[in-house]
């Protein structure tokens, strides 16, 4: 059993910056891959970034390159969303989420159904 719990959302300005932190508990943190996903109310649910653990490789989707960075701190049993230059389309929930499955150290998931836990959520708002 993986227990995610999400901090660091709230209101932030267009074009400011937020930082999301994602702390795990249970299995050791070091052998699975962890994700942000974002769902706005009537939308599918989306992957924002993902990482690699042990591989320590990224992926993001296109709408946040350049803008967001995942990144993680095993001593803490911890990941992050850094978002910067925030616009008014970011605004939603934001998702923790971790692929626990047996998978090569370099792979990136990408896809929800890749991801079996996940955290609470916590909400993120853009003014304009």
């Known amino acids: 059993q993986v227990q995610l719990v999400e901090s660091g959302g709230g209101l932030v300005q267009a074009g400011g910056s937020l930082r999301l932190s994602c702390a795990a508990s249970?299995?050791?943190?070091?052998?699975?891959?962890m994700g942000w996903f974002r769902q706005a109310p009537g939308k599918e649910r989306e992957v924002v970034a993902a990482i690699s653990w042990r591989g320590n490789n990224t992926d993001y989707t296109d709408s946040v390159k350049g803008r967001f960075t995942i990144s993680g701190d095993n001593a803490k049993n911890t990941i992050y969303l850094q978002m910067n230059s925030m616009k008014p389309e970011d605004t939603t929930n934001y998702y923790c989420?971790?692929?626990?499955?047996?998978?090569?150290?370099?792979?990136?998931?990408?896809?929800?159904?890749?991801?079996?836990?996940w955290g609470p959520g916590t909400q993120v708002t853009i003014s304009s």
């Open positions: 249970g299995r050791t943190f070091t052998t699975y891959s």
């Open positions: 989420a971790a692929d626990t499955s047996n998978r090569p150290l370099w792979y990136v998931p990408r896809f929800r159904y890749q991801f079996d836990y």
